[in-house]
Each structure stands twice: as structure tokens, then as C-alpha cells.
């Protein structure tokens, strides 16, 4: 059974980066191929795509957080990992990761998701 | 990036009716659409891929339809368990965009 385990910092300084990680069991970040994805909430809001790290390695980020976003992968941990440059109080919500891949039939989902982690950002 | 545009915002139902929610894309997106459930404090879990191909372990009184731009998820006979916020995802162009969320609560 594959489960996806987030953690992170709960509180970050204004114009401070921002890490958060997602720990893999029952699977291989390198296998799939997935797509690991990022997906934030702001409290009391809908859900935004930050982006994902394949795998493979290869990277697509949402160009509204495209400068200030970094994603990694850590195969000898079996996690991906979130970094998010110069945060600002709009920066805070739940962080959550999920596993992206295609389905036999066409199509994708993510069908695995952590649990989340808030970070807040405030001075 | 395509825009999601979900409706209704929220609903009122009773436990058996039948609900229906629509997402309309901004441009032709395909079957490339996916359903997603949030009940509070939870992670989104995975209903429907590819416009209408249940995810494994959902309840079949789920279903999605729909293809271009045009989208339904329907649950033909509500339980109590189903009220949640459902959003839908749009996989077929990247920046990846969600629907801005229906909430479904008990009448």
C-alpha cells in the first residue's frame, strides 16, 4: 500500500524559503512512471497546482509560482521535496503531495495524496 | 490556462436524491478530467479519471460523463457520507487548473 507522508516547517518568516517534504512507502519515486505532484490549499480556499517532478526527473511548474519554485527528488529517502522561495503571508496553506500517473484505459488521476502539512507565514 | 468553472458553488440535499454537478472548461479539453472529494480537514481522494472511469474502490452511484468542454459528476442516490466538497481537474494542458469547488450539504 502506497502512502505519502508530508512534513514541514508550520511557520515561516516573510521573504524566507519555504521546504516542505513528502516521505514515499510501498513505492519508488523513481518508479511509475509518476508524477509527483504539489497542490496547495489556503485556509478556508479551493485547491492550486503548483506543479510536478517526474520520476524521470524532469520538472513543470505553474507559472504563476514558476520563479520562486523548486522541486527535487531524493532517491536514496524515497521523497520529493518542495522549496518555495521569498514566501509572503500569501504563501500560507496546507501543502499536499500526490502520486499523478496513467491509467492502462488513458487518462490520468492522482489517485495517492498525503495527508498535508500547514505552513503558515508570519513575522 | 484553461479555466474550470464549476456549478453550482454549493447545494442542499437529502440523503437518497440524486445530485448532479457540472464543470465547464474554457477550451476543448477531451475526456481529460478528473473528480475529486474533500470532506474537512482531509486530503482530496480520487473519484472519476478520463471524464468517466470510476476510480477503484468508489461507490458505483458515482459516475462522470462529459467530453470537450462540457462535464458531469452525478451521485444517483446520496448517502450521508457524500457530503463533501467536490472539485473538478482539468489534465489535459499544464498549468493544471481546479474548479473553484461545490460543496454538497445536508437539507
Known amino acids: 500500500q502506497v502512502q505519502l507522508q508530508e512534513s514541514g516547517p508550520g511557520l515561516v518568516k516573510p521573504s524566507e524559503t519555504l521546504s516542505v517534504t513528502c516521505a514515499v512507502s510501498?513505492?519508488?519515486?523513481?518508479?511509475?512512471?509518476?508524477?509527483w505532484t504539489w497542490i496547495r490549499q489556503p485556509p478556508g480556499k479551493g485547491l492550486e497546482w503548483i506543479g510536478y517532478?517526474?520520476?524521470?526527473?524532469?520538472?513543470n511548474y505553474n507559472p504563476s509560482l514558476e520563479s520562486r519554485v523548486v522541486m527535487s527528488l531524493d532517491t536514496s529517502r524515497n521523497q520529493v521535496s518542495l522549496q518555495l522561495k521569498s514566501v509572503t503571508a500569501a504563501d500560507t496553506a496546507v501543502y499536499y503531495c500526490?502520486?499523478?500517473?496513467?491509467?492502462?484505459?488513458?487518462?490520468?488521476?492522482?489517485?495517492?495524496w498525503g495527508q498535508g502539512t500547514m505552513v503558515a507565514v508570519s513575522s | 490556462a484553461i479555466q474550470m468553472t464549476q456549478s453550482p458553488s454549493s447545494l442542499s440535499a437529502f440523503v437518497g436524491d440524486r445530485v448532479t454537478i457540472t464543470c465547464r472548461a474554457s477550451?476543448?479539453?477531451?475526456?481529460?478530467l478528473g473528480w475529486y472529494q474533500q470532506k474537512p480537514g482531509k486530503a482530496p481522494k480520487l473519484l472519476i479519471y478520463a471524464a468517466s472511469y470510476l476510480q477503484s474502490g468508489v461507490p458505483s452511484r458515482f459516475s462522470g460523463s462529459g467530453s470537450g468542454t462540457d462535464f458531469t459528476l452525478t451521485i444517483s442516490s446520496l448517502q450521508p457520507e457524500d457530503f463533501a466538497t467536490y472539485y473538478c481537474l482539468q489534465d489535459s494542458n499544464y498549468p493544471q487548473t481546479f474548479g473553484q469547488g461545490t460543496k454538497v450539504e445536508i437539507k
Open positions: 500526490a502520486r499523478r500517473r496513467l491509467w492502462v484505459t488513458g487518462g490520468y488521476g492522482m489517485d495517492v
Open positions: 477550451q476543448d479539453i477531451g475526456d481529460e
Open positions: 517532478i517526474h520520476s524521470s526527473g524532469g520538472t
Open positions: 510501498g513505492d519508488s519515486v523513481t518508479g511509475g512512471p509518476y508524477y
